[in-house]
Antibody, heavy 117, light 108 residues
Framework: QLQLQESGPGLVKPSETLSLTCTVS??????????WGWIRQPPGKGLEWIGN???????YYNPSLESRVTMTVDTSKNQFSLKLRSVTAADTAVYYC?????????WGQGTLVTVSS | EIVLTQSPPTLSLSPGERATLSCRAS??????LAWYQQKPGQAPRLLMF???NRATGIPARFSGSGSGTDFTLTISSLEPEDFAVYYC??????????FGGGTKVEIK
């Protein structure tokens, strides 16, 4: 059974960089069928797609976040990562990682990241 | 950017009733639409892909229809566990994606 698990700091200061990693277990991140993505959800609000990455390193970002986002993949560790620069309080959210194939069919449990000094 | 508009924002129904949720796209997305269910404190769960195909393990009371710009998710007879928030997601320019704003199905 495929499992995804987000990890990273739960508190980030304004203007700093948010860094999260998603570890995939029970399957390979190098499968040619899938993209791997990040989605976030501010408290009490809806879902926002952040971006997708392929195991080769190809990336696709939400235009509204593209100037601040970088996603990378580490196939040796079966992980992919998110960096979001220059964060503000508006970036406070639950961050999910997910596998994308005809839809997000496997998701991590989500991790709350709060931006506050 | 493709914008998805979901309606109504909230649907108040009783168990056993039929739920009809709408998702409208700002441009033609053919049948490249997915639906998700999210319960409080949980990650979203994929219900439908390609507008009308149920994901693995999804009960038959869930059905999806539509193409182009207008889509519908129908729950034929609401079970207690179906009260949740539902999101649509366009996939026509995958792997670039967008979500709709959500419809909350609450107990009347």
């Amino acid at each position: 059974q495929l499992q995804l698990q987000e990890s990273g700091p739960g508190l980030v200061k304004p203007s700093e960089t948010l860094s999260l990693t998603c570890t995939v277990s029970g399957g390979s991140i190098t499968s040619s069928d899938y993209y791997w993505g990040w989605i976030r959800q501010p408290p009490g609000k809806g879902l926002e797609w952040i971006g997708n990455i392929y195991y080769s390193g190809s990336t696709y970002y939400n235009p509204s976040l593209e100037s601040r986002v970088t996603m990378t993949v580490d196939t040796s560790k079966n992980q992919f990562s998110l960096k979001l620069r220059s964060v503000t309080a508006a970036d406070t959210a639950v961050y999910y990682c997910a596998r994308d194939y005809r839809g997000g069919d496997y998701w991590g449990q989500g991790t709350l990241v709060t931006v506050s000094s | 950017e493709i914008v998805l508009t979901q309606s109504p924002p909230t649907l108040s129904l009783s168990p056993g009733e039929r739920a009809t949720l709408s998702c409208r796209a700002s441009q033609n997305i053919r049948d490249y639409l997915a639906w998700y269910q999210q319960k409080p404190g949980q990650a979203p769960r994929l219900l439908m892909f390609d507008a009308s195909n149920r994901a693995t393990g999804i009960p038959a009371r869930f059905s999806g229809s539509g193409s182009g710009t207008d889509f519908t998710l129908t729950i034929s007879s609401l079970e207690p566990e179906d009260f949740a928030v539902y999101y649509c997601q366009q996939r026509s320019n995958w792997p670039r994606l967008t979500f709709g704003g959500g419809t909350k199905v609450e107990i009347k």
